[in-house]
Every structure is written in structure tokens, then in C-alpha cells.
């Protein structure tokens, strides 16, 4: 399974955007980028996911560089709700499984 | 909206004794997913379904086992408890027909083993 390497930590100010980067230079041309963050003692939670085009919701956006070994989720304006653990996931297209790396922890400040 | 719903939320077992989770997805959702968390670690993969059928396995003890039922809901079997075994347990469900889309968890099962 291909690797995802992330910070271990970062810090914003609220109200702030934040860039995440997410390296993953193994990725293979099936395999799609997938985020998800995790508050404290809470499930997983789905952010973001994308192919080769950037993606944007209601939460994030997600850029994607084009030769897709590296991506960065990009939250507009920080909260102190958005303080979690963010994990960057490849999924590969037809495997039902997925691997949560270390993440990166998101602290942001008031 | 319907949401993952996991059952028990907490669980106390003895050492050497079994304990049985429950899962169950969110309606017409194709793809369940076992996950293991244990304190101050990430989520582990052990075991996913899709359609009813055991999909792909991850770091699944061999004590443990899993099934998911003509109903969608899906049961992790857990034997021989050890104390190791402590953890949060989380289920995800996704509808994954045409390639992987976003993973629906659970709220978890916090299992104690003394």
C-alpha cells in the first residue's frame, strides 16, 4: 500500500486558513487522496477526496499537484472545532481497505 | 440522516473471556470496515466486507472474527480476550459500487479487558 508522510503537528490562529501538506510520491494512478480528521474520543470523520482535479465542500478544499505526489487540504478560515488529528489516506480503486498513517495534529489558537 | 450505529458503546470483559461488537451501517451502503484504536495510537485496519462478503484483511488476530449478516449488519467476535485487546473499536460503512468514496464511522465500542 502506498505511504502518506505528514507533519506531526501544526498550529493556527483562529480564523486563519490552514495548509496541510500531505507527501506521497509512491501514489499510483488508481489510487485516490482521501482526508479525514478525528477529534478526540470521536470516530473518524470524512473531509475531502479527490482524484487529479482539486476539490472543494463545505469543509475544505483539496489541491492537488499535478503529478499527484503531494496534495494539501486547505481549510478556509480555521475554528477552534477544526483542532483534531488530520489524516491524508490513499484509497486504492478496488480494494476495500484503508490505512490511517500517523496524521498531523492540528492545534489552533484562540 | 442515518448514521453508523455501534453497539455497545463500552464494553468491560474479563481476561480470557469473548466479546461480540455490533455494527450497523448506514442503509443501502455496500462496504463495512472494521477498525482498532488503541490509547494514543491510529486507526488499525482488521477487516472490511463488501456486499456481504469478507473483502480484505488487516492486522486481524487470529482470535478474532467477523461477519456481516444477509441484514447488512455486521458482528466482530473477539475470543481469548487480552489485556492488549483494550480499545476503541470503530465500524465504517461506504457505498464503494463505483470506486471509493467517503467512509461513514461510528461513534465506537470501548472495550475493557481487566
Known amino acids: 500500500d502506498a505511504k502518506t508522510t505528514q507533519p506531526n503537528s501544526m498550529e493556527s490562529n483562529e480564523e486563519e486558513p490552514v495548509h496541510l501538506p500531505c507527501n506521497h510520491s509512491?501514489?499510483?494512478?488508481?489510487?485516490?487522496i482521501h482526508w479525514y480528521r478525528q477529534l478526540p474520543s470521536q470516530g473518524p470523520e470524512y473531509v475531502i477526496h479527490g482524484l487529479t482535479s482539486n476539490v472543494n465542500n463545505r469543509m475544505a478544499s483539496l489541491a492537488i499537484a499535478e503529478d499527484r505526489k503531494s496534495s494539501t487540504l486547505i481549510l478556509h478560515r480555521a475554528t477552534l472545532r477544526d483542532a483534531a488529528v488530520y489524516y491524508c489516506i490513499l484509497r486504492a480503486y478496488n480494494f476495500n481497505k484503508f490505512y490511517f498513517g500517523s496524521g498531523t495534529k492540528l492545534n489552533v489558537k484562540p | 440522516a442515518a448514521g453508523v450505529i455501534q453497539s455497545p458503546r463500552h464494553l468491560i470483559k474479563e481476561k480470557r473471556e469473548t466479546a461480540t461488537l455490533k455494527c450497523y451501517p448506514i442503509?443501502?451502503?455496500?462496504?463495512v470496515y472494521w477498525y482498532q484504536q488503541g490509547p494514543g495510537q491510529d486507526p488499525q485496519f482488521l477487516i472490511s466486507f463488501y456486499e456481504k462478503m469478507q473483502s480484505d484483511k488487516g492486522s486481524i488476530p487470529d482470535r478474532f472474527s467477523a461477519q456481516q449478516f444477509s441484514d447488512y449488519h455486521s458482528e466482530l467476535n473477539m475470543s481469548s480476550l487480552e489485556l492488549g485487546d483494550s480499545a476503541l473499536y470503530f465500524c465504517a460503512s461506504s457505498l464503494d459500487r463505483q470506486g471509493p468514496t467517503e467512509a461513514f464511522f461510528g461513534q465506537g465500542t470501548r472495550l475493557t479487558v481487566v
Open positions: 509512491t501514489i499510483s494512478g488508481t489510487d485516490y
Open positions: 442503509p443501502r451502503h455496500d462496504t
